[in-house]
């Protein structure tokens, strides 16, 4: 590899990774974007709830949007759990214990593409056991990251 190209790449990784931390300004706003978002997770989520548990009409094509609704919202908390941003309802474990807060976060991510594919196709059993198992690891990551 010719110099010229190692620095470009080392060039692309600082800028990339730069941008990543840079996205707030300080801790409070990275700690006011997650818990937005996840306030935002947890309204479509419990619409969903309420849909398949009969408490309101099941109607297929609303549930599929508030499935991937909350699909789509479920890749961006973590960006705001970077460096220096400790704080909020969040436990000092997901900064000393990184690796396994991320292993938390891909868990709920993939059972929350897992419920919008199964809420696409619209059988509500499918739907019921993917809803289940999302709630699962919401439910697993609090206990293990969130405070009381
Ligand atoms: C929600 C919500 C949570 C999760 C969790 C699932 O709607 O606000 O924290 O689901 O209760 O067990």
């Not at 214990?97 to 891909?106: E, I, R, S």
């Not at 739907?127 to 009381?148: I, M, W």
Request: charged share 20%; glycine share 6%; proline share 2%.
């Amino acid at each position: 590899m010719k110099l010229h190209h190692i620095v470009l790449i080392a060039v692309t990784l600082l800028t990339v990774s730069s941008a990543a931390f840079a996205q707030f300004q300080n801790a409070e706003k990275a700690i006011d974007y997650r818990q937005s978002v996840m306030t935002v997770i947890s309204t479509h989520f419990g619409r969903i709830g309420s849909a398949i548990k009969g408490d309101t009409p099941y109607n297929k094509e609303e549930v599929a949007k508030n499935t991937a609704i909350v699909a789509m919202l479920s890749t961006l908390p973590w960006q705001a759990f970077g460096p220096d941003t400790e704080g909020g309802k969040a436990q000092t474990n997901i900064w000393s214990d990184n690796a396994k807060f991320k292993v938390a976060a891909d868990k709920m991510q993939l059972a929350t593409a897992n419920l919008n594919v199964a809420a696409q196709s619209g059988d509500l059993a499918s739907v019921k056991k993917a809803f289940s198992a999302t709630g699962q690891t919401c439910k697993g990551c609090h206990d293990d990251f969130k405070k009381k």
